[in-house]
């Protein structure tokens, strides 16, 4: 498994803003990725962060809105961008340390409530 | 539209007991499948995987999958207060890292 962190924990922002969301973790992995979970509902996926690429985002969801980074091989950012009240939701950061596919562990969230 | 099915529940089962917990995928090419457990208010942690058909057994946990009638479903034995939480069920195909998430099935073990 890997040890996954991630900042802020939880976040109330105005409408028009953005928040920077960051995701730690201790051992270099190739892909990350982003999900949203939005209130009483399941995950869905953003984006895959690939580290030296642009991000590949999942239908529905654009750079503009949800611009990604991934500087090196431990460390992303998902940006939510201009928020409205619709944004509020837990971001999700999770990884597949062994790169199969098959193992993915999610960091502890970060709960976002958009005012 | 690739999904995967979940009845929401709750279900409720007294503790020892077995609790069978359910999913349909709609993808035949999804390879692989997911079981996650969810406390409320944390993070999903992962509890096991299964691609083949049959059983996998993991200590309390037992996955099944059926891959001609779409079917997965996870066998909690000697269920425990501590299971109660909403169990998720996701599927993967194989060409993607991309996991597909069903809505969950909110499980209560009474004491």
């Known amino acids: 498994s890997a040890v996954i962190s991630q900042k802020p924990s939880r976040d109330i922002c105005q409408r028009g803003t953005s928040l920077t969301i960051q995701c730690q973790v201790d051992?270099?992995?190739?892909?990350m990725f982003w999900y949203r979970q939005q209130p009483g509902q399941s995950l869905t996926l953003i984006a895959t962060?690939?580290?030296?690429?642009?991000?590949?985002?999942e239908s529905g969801f654009v750079i503009d809105k949800f611009p990604i980074s991934r500087p090196n091989l431990t460390f992303s950012t998902l940006t939510v961008s201009n928020l409205s009240p619709e944004d509020s939701s837990i971001y999700l950061c999770?990884?597949?340390?062994?790169?199969?596919?098959?193992?993915?562990?999610f960091g502890p969230g970060t709960r976002l409530t958009v005012l | 539209q690739k999904e995967v099915e979940q009845n929401s529940g709750p279900l409720s089962v007294p503790e020892g007991a077995i609790a069978s917990l359910n999913c349909t995928y709609s993808d035949r090419g999804s390879q692989s499948f997911f079981w996650y457990r969810q406390y409320s208010g944390k993070s999903p942690e992962l509890i096991m995987f299964i691609y083949s058909n049959g059983d996998k057994e993991d200590g309390r946990f037992t996955a099944q999958l059926n891959k001609a009638s779409q079917y997965v479903s996870l066998l909690i034995r000697d269920s425990q207060p501590s299971d109660s939480a909403t169990y998720l069920c996701a599927a993967r195909g194989d060409s993607s890292y991309k996991l597909i998430f069903g809505s969950g099935t909110r499980l209560l073990v009474r004491p």
């Open positions: 051992s270099q992995v190739t892909m």
């Open positions: 962060a690939n580290q030296g690429s642009e991000a590949t985002y």
């Open positions: 999770s990884v597949d340390p062994g790169g199969s596919g098959n193992e993915q562990f």
